[in-house]
């Protein structure tokens, strides 16, 4: 468990430093066998310690989902329906507020977000719900990250280092876009995508 925790305190702290989440707000997790080492309800991402992580089960909710992250449902979810070891989930502003004018998807119109990252679906379902869980672990499915509605995102990855990467690239992708969109001069030469 020491290594766990630890991978997961080094990613909160990096999430909360580069303006990812605020320190309440957000969780990680790893899978590992068939356990998930998530981060507790509440906690600060940039404080964490051993305690603050929660180890549950893969196959079914447990009495440790109570303290466990309210999305651990959503975590397991993704894991059970993809080959996904790690999550990351943040309330990135750009991403948050894109996914309010949007209507299904954010579709990155920077060369990196396109190349790397693609097209983040945009999904419905109250924090910590079945149906939140259902469409994110859907969308994960074809896609590195997508964004629950007013809510924040879910990026994934085979290690928290992946994960981390696509949600830096899902914030960054969407801050471009935003900004892109709402410039209030000439329109720059786009692509079809920006239309």
């Given at each position: 468990m020491?290594?766990?925790?630890?991978?997961?305190s080094r990613f909160g702290r990096k999430l909360v430093q580069s303006g990812?989440?605020?320190?309440?707000f957000g969780?990680?997790?790893?899978?590992?066998?068939?356990?998930i080492f998530i981060t507790s309800t509440g906690s600060m991402l940039d404080e964490l310690d051993e305690a603050m992580v929660v180890v549950v089960d893969l196959s079914r909710?447990?009495?440790?989902?109570?303290?466990a992250s309210s999305e651990t449902c959503v975590h397991r979810a993704v894991y059970q329906s993809t080959a996904y070891a790690a999550i990351i989930h943040t309330?990135?502003?750009y991403a948050v507020a894109l996914s309010i004018l949007e209507r299904e998807a954010v579709e990155p119109i920077d060369s990196e977000g396109r190349l790397?990252?693609?097209?983040?679906?945009?999904?419905?379902?109250?924090?910590?719900?079945?149906?939140l869980a259902m469409a994110a672990s859907a969308a994960l499915h074809d896609h590195k990250a997508c964004i629950a509605r007013g809510h924040g995102v879910f990026a994934a990855g085979n290690s928290l280092g992946d994960a981390y990467t696509a949600?830096?690239?899902a914030e960054h992708s969407a801050q471009v876009r935003?900004?892109?969109?709402?410039?209030?001069?000439e329109k720059f030469i786009s692509s079809p995508s920006l239309q």
């Amino acid at each position: 468990m020491s290594l766990a925790w630890q991978d997961i305190s080094r990613f909160g702290r990096k999430l909360v430093q580069s303006g990812l989440t605020n320190s309440r707000f957000g969780n990680i997790s790893i899978l590992r066998d068939d356990r998930i080492f998530i981060t507790s309800t509440g906690s600060m991402l940039d404080e964490l310690d051993e305690a603050m992580v929660v180890v549950v089960d893969l196959s079914r909710s447990c009495d440790l989902d109570r303290i466990a992250s309210s999305e651990t449902c959503v975590h397991r979810a993704v894991y059970q329906s993809t080959a996904y070891a790690a999550i990351i989930h943040t309330h990135s502003p750009y991403a948050v507020a894109l996914s309010i004018l949007e209507r299904e998807a954010v579709e990155p119109i920077d060369s990196e977000g396109r190349l790397f990252l693609g097209k983040m679906p945009i999904v419905e379902g109250q924090i910590g719900t079945d149906e939140l869980a259902m469409a994110a672990s859907a969308a994960l499915h074809d896609h590195k990250a997508c964004i629950a509605r007013g809510h924040g995102v879910f990026a994934a990855g085979n290690s928290l280092g992946d994960a981390y990467t696509a949600a830096c690239m899902a914030e960054h992708s969407a801050q471009v876009r935003y900004l892109v969109k709402t410039y209030p001069g000439e329109k720059f030469i786009s692509s079809p995508s920006l239309q």
